[in-house]
Each structure stands twice: as structure tokens, then as C-alpha cells.
């Protein structure tokens, strides 16, 4: 995928961890809008605003992954190992997070899993809720 501000080399798997923000889509990064529309395929965390998917191709496929107390869960196991296959199949995979993905998302973990298996991960940072909501208020 040659996306402008999303780059990847063709031949080397990669997958694209992606934060959402705070839930708001206008409060989305370029770049993380970018990702969404080349993926083909998206694995959707639960804290995601429903707004945020607009950007998607009607063709992608989005999953599932939520996790939440309390309720059930996706297992994370099962997540590492659908991103894996997916992009050794040759797919566009976003990994799509609430907030950013290396702030308290498992992000870390996902990127070890990934690399161990020759997969390209890139990062996409996007806005922690607590940035947007001092940016909100008007503190500096």
C-alpha cells in the first residue's frame, strides 16, 4: 500500500496499530484516516466510536475484538493470531484502538507477537482522551 502518509513496502506483511482518539472522528490524525480507508481488513476495539468507522471502504472487513470488565471479552491470543494471518495473507490490516495503541491497549505485546512472525508493524498514534479533554476545557 502506497497511501500518501501510510507506507509500507508490498512484499513484507504489515499490519497498522491505529489510534482512534477519544472517540470523536474529527478528532482522528490524518494519518490514522488514511490507514482506515487502505485497510482491508479492521480488528475493532470496543472503546472506538461507532463515527470512527465511516472512513472504512464498504468492502473491509471489520471485526470485532472488544474488551471490556465485566463483560465478555475477546481473548487476546486470538486477536495476535487473526492479525498475524490475516497480513500473511496478504491483507491490509488496521488494528483499531481507542485513545492510542501503546497507552494501556496492549500494543506492546501485539507488536512483540507480530514481529517474532517477520510482520511489519506500524504505529499510528492518536490522541489520549485526557489531551483532548484539557484541549477541550482550554487549558494550556
Same mark, same amino acid.
Given at each position: 500500500?502506497?497511501?500518501?502518509?501510510?507506507?509500507?513496502?508490498?512484499?513484507?506483511?504489515?499490519?497498522?496499530?491505529?489510534?482512534?482518539?477519544?472517540?470523536?472522528?474529527?478528532?482522528?490524525?490524518?494519518?490514522?484516516?488514511? =490507514?482506515?480507508? +487502505?485497510?482491508?481488513?479492521?480488528? /475493532?476495539?470496543? *472503546?472506538? !466510536?461507532?463515527?470512527? &468507522?465511516?472512513?472504512? #471502504?464498504?468492502?473491509?472487513?471489520?471485526?470485532?475484538?472488544?474488551?471490556?470488565?465485566?463483560?465478555?471479552?475477546?481473548?487476546?491470543?486470538?486477536?495476535?493470531?487473526?492479525? =498475524?494471518?490475516? +497480513?500473511?495473507?496478504?491483507?491490509? /490490516?488496521?488494528? *483499531?484502538? !481507542?485513545?492510542?495503541? &501503546?497507552?494501556?491497549? #496492549?500494543?506492546?505485546?501485539?507488536?512483540?507477537?507480530?514481529?517474532?512472525?517477520?510482520?511489519?508493524?506500524?504505529?499510528?498514534?492518536?490522541?489520549?482522551?485526557?489531551?483532548? =479533554?484539557?484541549? +477541550?476545557?482550554?487549558?494550556?
Amino acid at each position: 500500500m502506497n497511501t500518501e502518509g501510510v507506507t509500507t513496502i508490498n512484499t513484507i506483511p504489515t499490519v497498522y496499530l491505529v489510534g482512534a482518539g477519544p472517540g470523536d472522528p474529527e478528532l482522528l490524525t490524518l494519518k490514522a484516516v488514511r =490507514a482506515i480507508r +487502505a485497510a482491508t481488513v479492521l480488528l /475493532v476495539d470496543d *472503546l472506538v !466510536g461507532e463515527g470512527v &468507522l465511516r472512513y472504512a #471502504r464498504k468492502a473491509a472487513r471489520i471485526v470485532l475484538v472488544g474488551k471490556r470488565g465485566g463483560c465478555a471479552s475477546t481473548p487476546q491470543a486470538f486477536i495476535e493470531k487473526l492479525m =498475524a494471518a490475516e +497480513a500473511l495473507k496478504g491483507e491490509r /490490516v488496521v488494528r *483499531l484502538k !481507542g485513545g492510542d495503541p &501503546l497507552l494501556f491497549g #496492549r500494543g506492546g505485546e501485539e507488536i512483540e507477537h507480530l514481529q517474532a512472525l517477520g510482520i511489519r508493524v506500524e504505529v499510528v498514534n492518536g490522541i489520549t482522551a485526557g489531551l483532548a =479533554a484539557v484541549s +477541550a476545557l482550554g487549558v494550556s
